[in-house]
């Protein structure tokens, strides 16, 4: 086991000594563990330069990471299951997915307990840091790992890509996306570093001539990583996307992440060391991980890297959510595990269960092969909303793209959800004009549906499962047997007949990446992307309304108000306005209520049935809601305990859409 030891440096009552249902009071306990992993395992291997890692007297490398856990003051009233947070670019999550839990302003906020449902479950919650990149800004929580090295110790010298999306004009910006760490050029007078600009992913860059832009150091950057910027004096213009290629001389071993991630686990699981504060009370594990969290779990899952030094599995069950077919730069040289980009993410194939043949490339593969050939698959459940299907990607994991048919599924360890009309993030009611993370505006108010009931009775299921042998309810995704996938582009022309939508004069497509190769130290290594031919983009068919009809639909979408999407176009105010947003950062939707009045209708022009029309009362619309809501429950997508936030949130959505003039 590569967990050395866990130094725990403070120990405090969670929210005050709040009491949660029959488990009561949480305890917050945070430290550091620190590991010492063996290269020459076989569980290892799949780490990427783990043989070029500095090692000690014993062979063995080094690492440290943050730690942080919610327990149970009382454990023998716990679940006696743990549930491991995926990280977000050193952010806690899982209370806000979860829990409901209202986003925190900044990292160092103390956590909010929101409806306490993990807790009032008994769960024990864990971070650990699992990211090289991560600023050391308080409250983020991080990796501190070594950088591979030659055999003579020198530096690696080669190639690494950033990608720049900014909002506002600026004249000189971070070498890395979010603020993380960057990787400083080697040389910053190269004359073979590249800028190009482009309007869209998937169409042809220009370059930017070399004399228009440099390298340069930002003085408030800290001395090991300048130069830290690029500047360009004409300045980056919003919404544009910028691709930089340049050569740099050190790579952080960013592979180990997921060494930390699997052996922290394995050590709370099965460890009866003193030091261990789960010690034998452990039964099962789960990990969720959001977004790039998300992605990091598909790759976890595409390299086995789920068993420990001992072969042991570590995580029972994975939640992999908004990750779409995507995984990330977590295991390559010179990789950013914070870079994302929809488009520019290396390694995407395969991408089913079962194996598959791209027809393009010739390339055969699966998903879960190596887990298989370990002969220990966890429970999986991916779920996607709107957004990663609009991006060009969700609808590859359950796609034969040979065939172009529904793949098949591993039905004795997968689902696959899509939750219905919604965005990469949960909705907030009302609708955000503007949103106050990043003050980004879209063409129409935001996407406003909640899905944090779904979420809360996949984490149910997935536990009986694991626990009980008892399968979760089916998968539930847009099939191209029954029609209700469909090309994105073939759509869009019945949405703009809605007054007040833009469509994107192009949609976006998922590409093969055609990765260079170079030969350093006697071995071949990726070199950033080269845009090759593009992936069908498949998404749920919509209805009259502009709903979609494929997937989870909560009760919004079966008894709905307003038409939502898991897309919404960039506002001029912010550059590029026929680009989605959140190429960068997960897609937004928007909400567009129905008319209240047939009277508004025939005013707007608007093809959509108003809500007068629909619903005889508000009495009429909420009895219609409690029915799809009961029925959610009895298919097992959503929990009993969820009805009443459903049947409160649809009388709040209904006292304003009902009102002529909202306002949105």
């Given at each position: 086991m590569s967990v050395v030891k866990l130094v725990i440096s403070n120990k405090t009552l969670f929210r005050e000594g709040q009491s949660f249902g029959k488990v009561g009071q949480y305890n917050l306990i945070e430290g550091i563990a620190y590991f010492s992993l063996d290269p020459r395992e076989s569980n290892n291997k799949s780490i990427t330069d783990i043989d070029l890692a500095p090692v000690d007297s014993n062979g063995l490398v080094r690492f440290s990471s943050d730690f942080a856990m919610l327990q149970p003051v009382n454990k023998e009233r716990g679940n006696h299951r743990i549930l491991f947070d995926i990280l977000n670019r050193g952010r806690k999550t899982v209370l806000m997915n979860f829990n409901s839990a209202i986003r925190v302003a900044y990292p160092s906020s103390p956590l909010e307990s929101g409806n306490g449902h993990l807790m009032d479950q008994g769960y024990t919650i864990v971070w650990c840091g699992w990211q090289a990149d991560v600023p050391s800004t308080p409250g983020l929580m991080g990796l501190h790992g070594p950088n591979a090295v030659g055999t003579d110790n020198s530096p690696i010298e080669g190639k690494v890509l950033c990608w720049i999306q900014e909002d506002e004009e600026r004249e000189m910006?971070?070498?890395?996306?979010?603020?993380?760490?960057?990787?400083?050029?080697?040389?910053?007078?190269?004359?073979?570093?590249?800028?190009?600009?482009?309007?869209?992913?998937?169409?042809?860059?220009?370059?930017?001539?070399?004399?228009?832009?440099?390298?340069?150091?930002?003085?408030?950057?800290?001395?090991?990583?300048n130069p830290s910027?690029?500047?360009m004096p004409s300045g980056f213009k919003p919404g544009k996307i910028y691709e930089l290629v340049y050569q740099t001389r050190f790579s952080r071993l960013v592979g180990v992440g997921f060494a930390a991630v699997r052996d922290i686990v394995a050590y709370l699981k099965y460890s009866e060391e003193e030091g261990n504060p789960c010690s034998g009370d452990m039964k099962f594990a789960y990990a969720f991980g959001s977004s790039q969290s998300g992605r990091f779990l598909r790759q976890l899952i595409h390299l086995g890297l789920n068993n420990d030094e001992q072969g042991r599995m570590a995580l029972d069950g994975i939640i992999a959510h908004v990750a779409g077919a995507m995984r990330g730069e977590f295991n390559q040289r010179y990789g950013q595990p914070s870079k994302d980009i929809c488009f520019i993410i290396p390694e995407l194939f395969p991408f089913t269960d079962f194996e598959q043949t791209d027809p393009i490339t010739g390339e055969t593969g699966s998903l879960l092969q190596n887990m298989r050939l370990k002969?220990?698959?966890?429970?999986?459940i991916f779920t996607n909303t709107s957004a990663e299907y609009w991006r060009g990607d969700a609808a590859l994991i359950h796609t034969d793209i040979?065939?172009?048919?529904?793949?098949?599924?591993?039905?004795?360890?997968?689902?696959?959800?899509?939750?219905?009309?919604?965005?990469?993030?949960?909705?907030?009611?009302?609708?955000?004009?503007?949103?106050?993370?990043?003050?980004?505006?879209?063409?129409?108010?935001f996407n406003s549906v909640d899905y944090t009931p779904l979420l809360r009775a996949v984490l149910s299921n997935l536990d009986q499962w694991v626990s009980l042998g008892e399968a979760p309810p089916p998968s539930r995704h847009p099939k191209l047997s029954n029609s209700s996938g469909i090309e994105s582009h073939k759509i869009l022309s019945k949405l703009s007949e809605l007054p007040g939508v833009k469509i994107p004069k192009q949609t976006t497509r998922a590409l093969r990446l055609d990765y260079g190769n170079e030969t350093h130290m006697g071995r071949t290594i990726?070199?950033?992307?080269?845009?090759?031919?593009?992936?069908?983009?498949?998404?749920?068919?919509?209805?009259?309304?502009?709903?979609?009809?494929?997937g989870i639909r909560l009760p919004d979408i079966q008894i709905p108000l307003a038409t939502y999407t898991g897309w919404n176009l960039r506002h001029s105010d912010i550059g590029n306005a026929d680009l989605y947003i959140g190429i960068s950062g997960g897609l937004a939707g928007w909400t567009l209520p129905f008319p209240a009045t047939c009277t508004d209708r025939v005013n707007r022009n608007d093809p959509r049935p108003s809500i007068e029309e629909r619903y005889h009362t508000k009495k009429d619309y909420l009895d219609q809601i409690t029915n799809a809501s009961r029925s959610l429950v009895n298919q097992r997508y959503i929990l009993e305990e969820d009805l009443s936030f459903i049947l409160k949130l649809a009388e709040r959505k209904y006292d304003l859409f009902s009102t002529p003039d909202p306002g949105l």
């Open positions: 910006v971070m070498l890395s996306h979010r603020g993380h760490l960057p990787y400083p050029p080697s040389d910053i007078d190269d004359p073979s570093a590249t800028l190009t600009v482009r309007d869209h992913p998937n169409r042809v860059a220009k370059t930017i001539p070399r004399t228009r832009w440099s390298f340069i150091r930002d003085e408030d950057s800290p001395e090991e990583y910027h690029v500047y002969e220990q698959l966890p429970k999986i040979a065939t172009m048919s529904d793949a098949p599924e591993d039905t004795g360890s997968v689902r696959k959800y899509h939750f219905s009309g919604t965005q990469h993030g949960i909705g907030d009611f009302p609708p955000l004009i503007i949103r106050p993370m990043d003050n980004l505006k879209g063409q129409l108010p990726q070199l950033p992307g080269i845009q090759g031919e593009q992936y069908p983009a498949i998404v749920s068919a919509i209805d009259d309304d502009g709903n979609e009809i494929a």
